[in-house]
């Protein structure tokens, strides 16, 4: 199964991927991490968008498109994925559709996480993660069983991402409205466009999530 996962910064789209790759199996492919791991590793691509990314606008197309492109020709790829965070822009589900076009895949739905935007800066900016394994918290909604001590692997390290600033939240808000609400119509033209309500708490979500899909399979 395919899937888009499509809302807005802090909607919850990597918590819910995390949790249907889990359950289900399906790759999370998250634009993000990868941009963020290139921003680590200090590539070039890295160089030139942590730049952007730190002003909460959007990366080139073209740089997103190709690292997509790459990620979703891999083996593991083959068995399933969730897009978090990608395509972002018409021209990037355009150029989605026709890579999949080309390796015989198809997209079984693009779910909506409908939050509206005044609680969205607290989710952002209560949210950090684990330095070994990746897992997200945050502050108030999802703190771990032992306080410092990672759920899942263990880990006492813990990181905040740069742009996870009240300052920087309100452009990527527009970014969003500007650039990516538009693939709603896009999407619900060609009949897959599903809706969860992300305001839910994060089981509830989940339980929306699971009903889609099986509705799906
Ligand atoms: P990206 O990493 O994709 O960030 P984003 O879209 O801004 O989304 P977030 O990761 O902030 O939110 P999320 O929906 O994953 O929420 P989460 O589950 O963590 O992109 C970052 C930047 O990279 C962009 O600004 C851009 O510059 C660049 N970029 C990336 N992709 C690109 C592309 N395709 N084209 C161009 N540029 C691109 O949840 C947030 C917090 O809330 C967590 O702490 C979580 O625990 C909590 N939470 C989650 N669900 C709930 C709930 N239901 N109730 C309460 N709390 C909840
Ligand atoms: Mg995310
Ligand atoms: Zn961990």
Redo the contacts with the bound molecule.
Sequence with gaps: MNLILL?P???????QAQRLEQKHGLIQL????M?RAAVAAGSEIGREAKA??DR????SDAV?VSIISDRIGQDDARSGFIL?????TVA?AEALDHMLNERGLKLNAVIEMKVVDDILVE??T??YSCGKCGF???DR??LPKVAGVCDKCGGTEFKRRA?DKAETVSS?LA?YHAQTAPLLPYYQARGVLRAVD?M???DE?SQQLEGILGQLA
């Design positions: 809302g910064p802090g909607a919850g789209k990597g918590t998250s634009t993000g991490d941009l952007i990314m909460g606008e959007l990366v997103v978090d965070g990608f395509p972002r990037q989710r952002i209560g949210r997200g918290y945050h909604f999802l742009d990527r970014a992300g839910a708490d994060i979500v």
